[in-house]
């Protein structure tokens, strides 16, 4: 048996310097004649900008917008299984795609009972009816499945008392009232869109005695003064009288029984009778044909020349009916609402494309966590034949899977999201940019397929559900993978409405996304004739003189009116919003004029506001541009530098506007000046360290940790105690501003409050307490960037 020991002996031999061969070849460093990382592919990038489809987009948005959609319809759920249909295409889908589903608390007027506005006579008789229902002028907006116009959370109702009009709704509407003289106390409020929230309307009339709020579209707002039939839809784009703008009036965003908890089985649900944010007093939209009727005939003194309008007539402040107008002067109106609360089951729908790097280990290998491992993937490894390559993930990978191996999905994440529920057809919202999501996952999903392609950075494509009524699919999202999702979301990318009109690029986001945005546009061209690119277009309609780049175009600020306000201002995720809007030296609307009614259609967008679908386009190409270069840069392209222009310009109008009455009340603004210096000085050291990297070959984990910085920079700015009045809100740079003074929001605020108040009262505190809170934050952010080693 001597001969098998040797021949043991040998073959032992032999396998380990076969072994010792493969690490050493790994161990070796490799210099000059490595590979570069992946990095963007600037091949793969063109590929994809050709092959976004005007074409296919118009398609999709024909289906989409087909029949209504109401959150929680069966029309709703139909379209949860087109979107897993189309992401489980084996030729054009995604590695995996799946539905989730919340129970949520909805709101829907009564069938058996509808919501009505009417005109109660002297005797108590009914002698006048707004309408119930709009004008079916297209043969699509008479259908069982169009729900009646509706103030969506309004509690039902019966208050009956004189008319006054109150403009906008807002608190100093109500006041300038007062001081005409006019008893508020059970009259019903006549109101306008715009000003204030839908919400906010009713809280601020219930607050001075008003038992009832009407709410309508005034043509001086959204038809550029423009009201009759031959001069509205389906003749031109303007809103035909009978519209009625549908909404959302609840005052905060998510599921309203579990603020801050997913809508999940286990989850603690807040008792009906305790939950805040619903209207006060019951509410209604109508028609601007219906408020000509009203308002046209109103008694009392004229209007300030700021509260008038275009219904054709001078508008008066009431309380009640004229003599010599259309109703008998004692004449009152009657707003019964009959809305109701439901629990519904609403679904998220997630498709997701796995990235091939950022694994979370040393090596910059695709799929494997250690180079031996490598076959058949994009990585600085040669293929080797021994183990065959990772298999694609299984169908029921989810952000929420925690079985399957960390290599087979890389941890960082880019989303691009829109919701998917409409009021009616939602042709325009939301549609027009899920129809721009289809097209752009089918392209990338079609690479996928082909093994063309595969990004360096996982891809979250997603589909909300129940954000008309408050931004709930998003929201249940980000409160159940909260912590996922603030340790390695790069960006959130949003395309509701993806067309207001067709004249130029409109994107509002965080400073850090600027750049990438700009880089995307400067090489896709803009629509119609000439041969600018979408960014020499924006430019002529947006802009602002940076003190860095000169002229550039102005990006608008997040607030909380889609799917991206969980996400910048609860998780702290760099974010931005995607779209093509008008021009504004062309029209005063305030939004597209049938925003939210039943003439939000198919035709409505192919005749007017896209024929040809070339904006639809530029904003899928955009946004596909802006995905690819955060998916697949080698650096991520997050400039956070480019935040030192806005603290700079919020110090410069907190010591020029506040300075002074700082000064009187001895608080300094040292801190403040300091605590920008220190980020400016940071955020300039790491930009030069990314550039010095750039030059040469870094260590992947190097890149890494870099990447990191940029990516957290964003949740550094969150401090969820900083306003315990808001839900949600706790981004110290981009919560709500309600003072005059354009700085940081709660320093603002708190000046605006106490600015009236003695020294040493609780609001002068709530000052010298929101300063801290901004001071301490800028600091935490400028230690962020700091080299990671420097503690």
């Not at 940076?546 to 969980?566: I, T």
């Not at 030296?585 to 198919?602: L, M, N, Q, V």
Request: proline share 8%; hydrophobic share 35%; net charge negative.
């Amino acid at each position: 048996m001597q001969w098998t020991k040797v021949l043991g002996l040998g073959l032992g031999a032999a396998a380990l310097l076969g072994l010792g061969i493969i690490l050493g070849h790994f161990a070796i460093p490799k210099k000059a004649n490595s590979p570069a990382p992946q990095d963007l592919d600037l091949e793969i990038l063109e590929t994809v900008m050709e092959q976004l489809d005007a074409h296919r987009i118009r398609e999709n948005l024909r289906e989409l917008s087909r029949e209504p959609h109401l959150a929680s319809s069966p029309r709703d759920e139909d379209l949860v299984q087109l979107l897993l249909q189309r992401w489980k295409d084996p030729e054009s889908g995604l590695d995996s795609a799946e539905a989730s589903t919340y129970e949520v608390l909805l709101s829907f007027p009564s069938q058996e009972q509808p919501n009505v506005v009417d005109i109660v006579g002297p005797t108590g008789g009914i002698i006048h009816s707004c309408h119930r229902t709009e004008e079916n002028v297209t043969g699509e907006q008479g259908g069982p499945d169009v729900v009646q116009p509706y103030a969506a959370y309004a509690p039902s109702g019966t208050p009956q008392g004189l008319l006054v009009y109150a403009n906008r709704g807002a608190e100093e509407d109500f006041k300038e009232l007062q001081t005409q003289g006019i008893k508020l106390e059970g009259t019903i409020a006549l109101t306008r869109y715009g000003g204030v929230g839908r919400g906010a309307k009713a809280v601020n009339a219930a607050k001075h005695g008003i038992a009832g709020v009407l709410v309508y579209t005034d043509p001086a707002d959204i038809n550029d003064g423009l009201s009759s039939p031959d001069e509205t839809f389906p003749n031109s784009w303007y809103l035909p009288p009978s519209g009625v703008e549908r909404g959302s009036y609840y005052e905060y965003f998510g599921d309203p029984l579990t603020p801050y908890l997913p809508a999940v089985p286990s989850s603690f649900r807040v008792d009906l009778a305790n939950v805040s944010g619903f209207p006060p007093i019951p509410t209604q939209p109508i028609g601007f044909q219906d408020a000509r009727d009203l308002l046209c005939n109103l008694n009392g003194t004229l209007a300030p020349a700021t509260w008038q309008g275009a219904l054709g007539c001078h508008y008066r402040l009431g309380p009640g009916f004229r003599a010599d107008g259309d109703f008998p002067a004692d004449s009152q109106v009657n707003v019964s609402v009959y809305n109701r609360l439901e629990l519904r089951n609403s679904s998220n729908v997630l498709g997701i494309i796995r990235g091939a790097v950022e694994p979370g280990e040393p090596s910059s290998c695709c799929l494997h966590p250690r180079p031996l491992l490598c076959s058949g993937c994009r990585c600085p490894h040669p293929a080797l034949p021994l183990p065959p390559p990772s298999p694609a993930p299984p169908a029921h990978l989810s952000l929420s899977s925690g079985s399957l191996p960390l290599f087979l999905w890389p941890d960082r994440y880019v989303l691009y999201g829109n919701h998917r529920d409409s009021w009616v057809h939602g042709a325009v919202d939301p549609s027009s940019g899920t129809a721009i999501l289809l097209e752009l996952s089918r392209v990338l999903g079609t690479l996928l397929k082909k093994g063309t392609w595969r990004p360096r950075r996982s891809i979250v494509f997603a589909s909300w559900g129940a954000e008309e009524f408050g931004l709930i699919g998003s929201t249940e999202f980000t409160e159940e993978f909260f912590n996922k999702l603030q340790e390695r979301t790069v960006a959130y990318i949003n395309v509701d409405i993806s067309v207001f009109a067709n004249a130029t690029l409109r994107v509002q986001g965080t400073p850090p996304v600027q750049s990438v945005v700009f880089s995307a546009t400067k090489e896709i061209r803009s629509p119609g004739p000439g041969d600018l690119s979408i960014y020499d277009n924006w430019i002529r309609y947006f802009n602002r003189s940076s003190p860095v780049y000169g002229l550039v175009p102005s990006l608008g600020s997040l607030g909380a009116g889609s799917d991206y306000a969980p996400f910048i201002h609860f998780l702290g995720i760099s974010s931005m919003d995607i779209a093509y809007t008008y021009d504004r030296s062309k029209t005063s609307a305030r939004i597209y004029p049938t925003y939210h009614t039943a003439f939000d259609t198919f035709d409505y967008v192919d005749k007017f506001l896209d024929p040809g679908f070339s904006s639809h386009q530029a904003v899928a190409r955009t946004a596909g541009s802006v995905i690819l270069r955060l998916s697949d840069s080698f650096f991520l392209p997050l400039k956070v530098s480019d935040y030192s222009e806005t603290l700079r310009s919020f110090l410069q109008a907190a010591q020029q506007d506040l300075g002074a009455l700082l000064e009187q009340h001895s608080i300094s603004l040292g801190p403040l000046v300091t605590a920008v210096e220190k980020f400016e000085a940071e955020a300039a050291a790491l930009g030069q360290r990314i550039s010095t990297l750039q030059k040469g070959s870094p260590d992947p984990l190097q890149v890494r940790m870099l990447n990191d910085q940029l990516m957290l920079l964003e949740r550094t700015f969150l401090n969820p105690r900083a306003f315990p009045e808001e839900r949600y809100y706790s981004h110290v740079l981009w919560a709500p501003r309600t003072g005059s003074v354009v700085t940081f929001p709660g320093l603002s605020n708190a000046c605006s409050r106490a600015r009236d108040t003695a020294s040493g009262s609780e609001a002068w505190a709530e000052v010298q307490r929101q300063l801290s809170i901004v001071v301490t934050a800028l600091e935490g952010a400028a230690a962020t960037l700091r080299p990671v080693a420097d503690l």
